[in-house]
């Protein structure tokens, strides 16, 4: 039990230990998404001299030039949507969805990280 907190706080608030979890997994997939994207970004702009201004914009610029496949461009939209919705607490954030979902999410991190580190 984490003892930085009075052990009665703690028995007070049933939640807390689903509660930390939930925010903990949040925060580590939106730190990871966030890193992808930021990369991704980072690559379409030293590899094109056109402006793009969105990640969208950027991700298809990437999947255009054959940077990215089909898979990782998609992969990139959801993330990036995902990040948005965690960012901007949507009200469409659901975290039951997040876990239902939590599979396909480290699969997309996992796939689009190989094929950064791969190219790269």
Same mark, same amino acid.
């Given at each position: 039990?984490? $003892?930085?907190?009075?052990?009665?706080?703690?028995?007070?608030?049933?939640?807390?230990?689903?509660?930390?979890?939930?925010?903990?997994?949040?925060?580590?997939?939106? $730190? /990871?998404?966030?890193?992808?994207?930021?990369? /991704?970004?980072?690559?379409? $702009?030293?590899?094109?001299?056109?402006?793009?201004?969105?990640?969208?914009?950027?991700? /298809?610029?990437?999947?255009?030039?054959?940077?990215?496949?089909?898979?990782?461009?998609?992969?990139?939209?959801?993330?990036?949507?995902?990040?948005?919705?965690?960012?901007?607490?949507?009200?469409?954030?659901?975290?039951?969805?997040?876990?239902?979902?939590?599979?396909?999410?480290?699969?997309?991190?996992?796939?689009? $990280?190989?094929?950064?580190?791969?190219?790269?």
């Amino acid at each position: 039990m984490y $003892t930085g907190l009075r052990s009665e706080i703690l028995f007070t608030i049933p939640q807390f230990p689903s509660m930390v979890m939930e925010m903990s997994t949040d925060t580590l997939f939106h $730190t /990871a998404i966030e890193a992808l994207v930021d990369i /991704a970004i980072i690559i379409e $702009t030293s590899m094109s001299e056109s402006q793009k201004v969105g990640d969208y914009e950027k991700f /298809a610029a990437l999947f255009d030039g054959g940077f990215i496949g089909l898979d990782e461009y998609n992969g990139l939209r959801r993330l990036n949507g995902f990040r948005n919705a965690v960012v901007h607490a949507y009200d469409s954030l659901i975290l039951d969805e997040i876990y239902d979902n939590y599979e396909s999410i480290i699969n997309d991190i996992g796939q689009i $990280t190989q094929l950064f580190c791969e190219k790269l």
